[in-house]
């Protein structure tokens, strides 16, 4: 029989071994960040080409590791225990099938660290895209397959537990809406994790010498599946964190259950179009597949994620209205706990997301206008503001949550958590304009050397492009520095934060007996649907968040401007057809 | 709080949506259609647009149609890297190919002449990035793609490879000329 304890100061309730497997997934999540953090350090050393630190060589191995540690592994183990906690713990559900969600984790670990080991071992630096014919080690190919079927089945067993709450009617009403946005994201996870399945597969099959030959350009297409709709998990599972925080920051209620719902099904429809992202310069694809494929239908996702952009912060600041904070379009904002890191984290993770990581994203996926930026450095410029800062932002934000409710720790130097987000969001935005800004010009990603050393030929690019990407490495450095300091205050909070009562340390997902009071509760009482609320009419006209408005007005006139200057950019280049 | 609980109406699907959000939704609705149509618009009556067309071919095929275009229109042999400078008459097919790690051969264009460019790769995946004008492309091995350029300004223009391809990816550099005519 499951036993839940109960959190006092969050009122969640825990079933013992979903609360063990959020943890451990969470801090096997925290460990990768470590690895990719580290390695990401020698690639902006790197291609700071005052610095150039590293050779050729363990600068592509840097670089291909790095990408697979924050962009799969990071990300994808926290979000298995985001997984977990929307169902088990926000429907007070028990979790289904413990058993097979460990063996998921284990084999996740054992892929993870396999691939690792390949590309640490020097024969598989072959990017995170390892697009073939450039082959890597079999067990690089079976690491990632493995870790991909512990995922799925991390998946499976979040929609066994939703079940589970269902049958034992555990919550009354409609599953909440940051459990529909995991679900989202959860469907989206077993459509790319089939497309890697597809792909990956034959390719470890050719790296042993089974299949003689994998078309480059089927490759391609089918990897993207995978490569980009995984980063669209991040998205639903990041909007659905959003939501989470402004609930328990500000008891913030969606605007509208409706809206919110539909907007994250457009992604559940639309989002996995956009492996043509990647294919729009590429030989022999048609400009009809293109077009629809790369507008996602007809930018419905865009649409999806416009949504979010005015309901996320409208009901934040419709609940700050609420209490009082009136004064004029923003004192909603002014008077927001800036220092609180959870929220700073997030409201910077939207933000940087929005504006940055989500303007640039269209302008680069339409499809004439890739010509101009395909793989130039405008690309990891692009998805470290939607990744990088946008999902890894908002997942620390929500870790100094997690810290008192979850591991029942007081922070350990809060000082440095309150600084945190602002360091990092920082240096990253710093990092990211300017390194859009040296991609304009030209510069390449993915290479080693912008002087050419060693080259037949010669090519000098302008000194600004220097200049960007100097500034965009000590923006990067600092950036560094704030996942550095997310670290110091995880691992200090879990070693030597001040217990909580009632308290489970890590090692007690290990097996590590506990006080037996703490675990006391068969079944939580039913989850109650939210409270009513008298209908209270802020702002004016119906316009409930006239803030809010205005901001998502000053996007869409960044968006515009922005998307007219990259044509006019477009209609420079040498006529082609 | 309603963001992590039930939604507080049952029949959540039917409570009317607010004005606010009615107005956006068709504000960023319209956008969206805009950039959409941006699209097929330029391919109408814009003049940077991808050719689709592209054959299926292998290194040996390709590599020979190289070789017989360098024959027939080599013209001298760049000093600094060996390599042959060709020369290809006005509006006529012209070649180059990426291997590890150069692009090969030099090309010496007209100004504001239509050629059909043939790309193509000998082993990996490799990126023509020209610079300083920024057109990118994706080389794939086993497919030759042809795209009609006109190149509008004269001087020496580089091809750098922008998709990693292994250890000397830094040093695979290519190189067209553009005379005034």
Known sequence: MAKFRVCPDSGFYFDKSAESLMKVNAVAG??????AGILALGVILTRWQEVHLLPADLFYQVLTAHGINALLFWVIFFEIAILYFASSTLLRSRLAAPGWAWAGFALMIIGAVMNNVAVLQGNSSVMMTSYVPMQAAPHFYLGLILFAVGALIGCFVFLGTLVIAKDDQTYQ??????TFGALTACIIAIFTIASGAIILFPTFLWSIGYINHIDAEMYRIIWWAMGHSSQQINVAAHVSVWYLIIGILFNARPMSEKVSRFAFLLYIFFLQLASAHHILVDPGVSAEWKIFNTSYAMYLAVLASMIHGLTVPGAMEVAQRGKGYTKGLFEWLRKAPWGNPVFSGFFFALVIFGF?????GVVMGTEQINLIIHNTIYVPAHFHATVAV???????????????VLFRRALFLPWVAKMQPYVFAGGMTIMILFLLGAGTLGVSRRHWDMDFTGAALSFEYPGTAYMMMAVGGIGGVLGVLGGAMYLVVTVGSLLFGKKLEPSAGLLQSFGVPLAASAYNIDQPEQLQMAPKLAVEEHGSGGFEAPGTFVLALALLVCFVVYYAINWDYLASV???G | MSSFLPPADRIWWKVPVGRQEIVW????????LIMFFMMPYWHVYGKQNLSTEAYQTNPEKYGAAVETFVEKYQTRIDEQSGMPIVTPPAGSDIYMLG???QWYPILELEKDKTYRLHLGSMDWNHGFSLQPVNINLQVVPGYEMVIKITPDQAGEFTVVCNEFCGIGHHTMLGKIHVKEN
Not at chain 1, 30 to 35: E, K, S, T, W
Not at chain 1, 356 to 360: A, N
Not at chain 2, 25 to 32: E, K, Y
Request: charged content about 0%.
């Open chain 1, 30 to 35: 925290a460990v990768f960040l470590l690895i």
């Open chain 1, 173 to 178: 009403g409609s599953i909440p809406l940051v």
């Open chain 1, 356 to 360: 940055i990581g989500g303007i640039t």
């Open chain 1, 390 to 404: 946008g999902t890894t932002l908002t997942f620390m934000a929500l870790t100094y949550l997690l810290i008192p």
């Open chain 1, 574 to 576: 040498w006529p082609m």
């Open chain 2, 25 to 32: 939704i068709g504000i960023a609705l319209i956008w969206c």
């Open chain 2, 99 to 101: 291997r590890l790690w």
